[in-house]
């Protein structure tokens, strides 16, 4: 491999003649061959457009000149549009704070705007990584600002994929609506549910956790970039930190803004834990939806099968014919990791010391690799699984007839006692209570009848309109 030569405060590097970044990056090579990771693509694309919003902020109050700056402003669009993306190589593992990764980024930039204007690889004499694409800015306020915009940028699609999910279990929740069923608490019978009530229920759950997830926007969008490296925007023209502010809205669309507190925005990741705290929710919220669509459609034969969840794959290299909840399972997977993440994210904030939390790189992982895979999942979760799944109505209802849960709506007409000692007598016999209700006189016909109507069974008040 033919190699070049740069330099940087610690001497001479070897890095690959056809790579745009320099010798701080081949440095970072060297030092984390950690994971074999690579930054998070939103995680660049963020890093970038400050890049960008930088220079033409320092462009305009006149600090940079606009022959560089428009050289750089050129090679982040590239970046922009999708060039370049191999060249960000430095493993989310790596020193503190974030400095090899925005080095990566100078670096790229550096080098391609020097192509640009005609010049070398690694001819750093007139266009710097640090002194013209880094200009005004610190690692220590780049990179929370960075983790803030790709955060935003991936919300949307997450949101919209959540959106999509609690539409599909309220529209299930709509069809199903007219199936009765058991109910279950502690896993044993209870009173009868509605299967519909049961799937809008989920319906509502997924609603709560996207609202618990929208509102963490507001603390992320504002922006901490201006601080440089403690907070006290030194080497930070007052006019570049307005100007960078306006650039970036405009850049991205979201409607950001100056931190209140840049000392605040620097030292403290809470807006990071608040978002990795409402993703954590989501993913219960997921899992336990869908280890309950597991559980309601075991079987076919020795389990609940109340509903049938669609058949994507074979479910046994062994057993011919058996078909598993693949995607339920999948999703509980995803839910795991992403509850993992959560861990991880909420140690690093509380790593913080003084005028940094230099765990950042590791909560810009997280929070992003947990995002992508919750999309992920819950798309496909919705798309293979949610869509599909059909009621199994005679074993509801057969489930229903047997169920020990039924004595509870004789139990206002009846009294408690007596409804207790009927349930025993089915589970001795295996009488219906409806015909041990009959046979001890308990309750004229025409008021059991009543009685189990299914609008008294799973709806508010009491069963012959006792008040």
């Known amino acids: 491999m033919s190699i070049r030569i740069e330099k940087d405060s610690l001497g001479e590097m070897e890095v690959p003649a056809e790579a745009y970044f320099g010798a701080q990056t081949a440095r970072a090579l060297q030092n984390f061959p950690i994971s074999g990771l690579k930054p998070h693509p939103a995680f660049v694309w963020a890093v970038v457009i400050i890049k960008k919003c930088a220079a033409r902020a320092n462009m305009s109050t006149g600090r940079l000149p606009t022959d560089i700056g428009d050289a750089i402003v050129a090679a982040a669009d590239e970046v922009l549009a999708g060039g370049l993306a191999d060249q960000f190589v430095v493993d989310p593992f790596q020193a503190g704070a974030g400095t090899s990764h925005n080095m990566n980024v100078n670096e790229v930039l550096a080098n391609r705007a020097l192509e640009l204007l005609g010049r ?65 608490t502690h896993l044993q019978d209870a009173v009868p549910i509605r299967l519909g009530q049961e799937f809008n229920a989920y319906a509502s759950a997924i609603r709560r956790s996207r609202e618990g997830l929208e ?151 997280n929070l992003l690799f947990s995002m992508e895979l919750l999309k992920n999942c819950v798309q496909k979760f919705t798309d293979s699984c949610i869509t599909g799944i059909t009621a199994n109505e005679e074993r509801c209802r057969r489930y229903l007839e047997d169920s020990l849960g039924l004595v509870t709506v004789l139990a206002p007409s009846i009294g408690y006692n007596a409804a207790a000692e009927v349930a025993k007598e089915s589970v001795a016999t295996g009488r219906s209570i409806r015909e041990i209700v009959l046979a001890r006189g308990l309750m004229p016909e025409a008021d059991l009848e009543e009685a189990m109507r299914p609008e008294h069974l799973t709806e508010p008040g009491l069963p012959l309109g006792e008040t």
């Open 120 to 184: 070398k690889r690694g001819d750093f004499t007139t266009l710097h990584p640090n002194d013209h694409v880094n200009m005004a800015q610190s690692t220590n306020d780049l990179i929370p600002t960075a983790i803030r915009l790709a955060s935003l940028e991936m919300l949307d699609p997450l949101l919209e994929a959540l959106e999509g999910l609690e539409n599909s279990l309220a529209a299930k929740g709509g069809e199903f609506d007219h199936i009765l069923k058991s109910g279950r």
């Open 215 to 365: 509102s963490c926007i507001p603390a992320l969008l504002e922006l901490g970039i201006g601080g440089t490296a403690v907070g006290t925007g030194l080497n930070a023209q007052p006019a570049y930190i307005t100007a960078i502010i306006k650039e970036l809205e405009t850049a991205t669309g979201f409607p950001v803004t100056a931190a209140p507190d840049l000392f605040e925005a620097m030292q403290n990741m809470d807006p990071f834990l608040a978002l990795s705290s409402a993703l954590r929710r989501s993913a219960v919220t997921t899992g336990r939806i869908a280890n309950d669509l597991r559980l309601l459609s075991s079987g076919p034969r020795t389990g609940l099968d109340e509903i049938r969840l669609p058949a994507v794959q074979p479910g046994s290299s062994i057993m011919p014919g058996k078909i598993n909840p693949s995607m339920a399972e999948m999703t509980n997977m995803v839910c795991y990791q992403v509850m993992g993440c959560d861990q991880a994210v909420m140690l690093a904030v509380q790593a913080g010391q003084l005028e940094l939390n230099v765990m950042m790189p590791l909560i810009a992982y």
